[in-house]
DNA sequence: CCCCGGCAAGAGCATTGCTCTCATCGTCGA
DNA sequence: TCGACGATGAGAGCAATGCTCTTGCCGGGG
């Protein structure tokens, strides 16, 4: 809002300066955010580290909040892109993909923990989710979607029971959204607890759930992924 | 380790009056963090609550963080509570037990919403786990274990491929912990993903994945429950 | 009985988010 | 062309935070 349009080319010089320096902030929290966490991130250590008064990066992201925001948006971001890729490379079979976008959403994930407990973890402040970050959060999703959606019209995707009442309205949006509305609900629900079951494997490492329990995470996640595969109906 | 011993019946006056104070200050902190959240808990707001000089209370808690460290083992606590008696109630039949220990973990979820936070959202601070917690956080599990080991003895628990390597022992090491030995590798670790999916579903819904996507909450985790149950091979 | 040690209190330091005011300087319209 | 407007950066300031230090007090074990 405040903050914004990062690339707006011919503008004038004014404009453009002020895009640049937004870029540099967040690219300067951002390192800040990768060293020390989210909690830690302080508004003067910013301005400091760009050469600032942090009145004036008041200015730019008004709220400490607002400069979070933008960080969340990054970061979700930065995890499509990764997820994005690696299910390109990964081919037609819809379980191949389903295991390059599982393994895409861990790399990242172990490779930048503090950017992932900021869009994943709990919420840092005492908060509110600005609406600029739902269509972020669901590029994510959108790999994961396309997979569904070819194995349903290869035939492999494994039948569910369908819901019935309100759910069935929401596994319906949520195909919507996913641009497959030809998902049956039961399909779209089943492949919702293997997404949320990937996340929660991933939290569970990540926060410290495994240690001094698991050593071997890559082939306990290896399993996992198999295992939440089957539940999507896209393994096997 | 430095605020301690909660319950030491006859000692000192001195001592008695520590105790009290240490469980005052920990209720009090409890208060403010299911009021405002791990974030915003501050020393100097607990201390005023109890009529007390901030610098007082760092005699009790050194540091912020040992206050939280303090919170966290008792909200394990609490948790492995609603845990125990639902699954106590629940009855004989080990999948009738997973269903109850399940809503019995989003029931406390959703009542206590910080609390959940503090223990499995991204650790708050710096980071550091202290070893205090990790025994907290395994009574959570043990009712899990109860059901699987029940269900194992009767031969109603599902089969699954056993790991090798590394895994093995780590699987191994886990069953021990859970004094059910028996258990199969294959069936502790499809388990182990039913438990992180379980809460990889919860927290999704309690930080706000699930917002503008599903509105029928409850029939979406009924039906993962069953999902995951049958990943655990506790259902079907 | 008396002295050691646990204890509360207060002042103080560095830091934080955020607000206000002031001076500067680019930009756009008359 | 030039002047007013508005965006910008600097600085001081406020209330609050975590944590440390010093100063006394007072209870209980030697």
Redesign the pocket.
Known sequence: MVYGDAVNASR???ERA?AE?VSEITAAARRQLAETGAAA?????VSREIG?????L??YF????DLLTALIVQSYDALADAVDTAAAAAGDDPADRWRAVAHAVRGWALAHPHEYALIYGSPVPGYRAPADTVPAAGRVLAPFGRALRDAHAAGTLAGAPDPDGPLAADAARIAGALEAPELPGGALLAALTAWSGLFGHVSFELFGQFDNAVDDRDALFAGAVERLGRVAGLVR
Chains 1, 2 share one sequence.
């Open positions: 004038t010089a004014r002020r320096l991130l302080s508004m003067r250590a600032m008064v942090s009145s004036a008041h200015r008004p709220t400490r909040d």
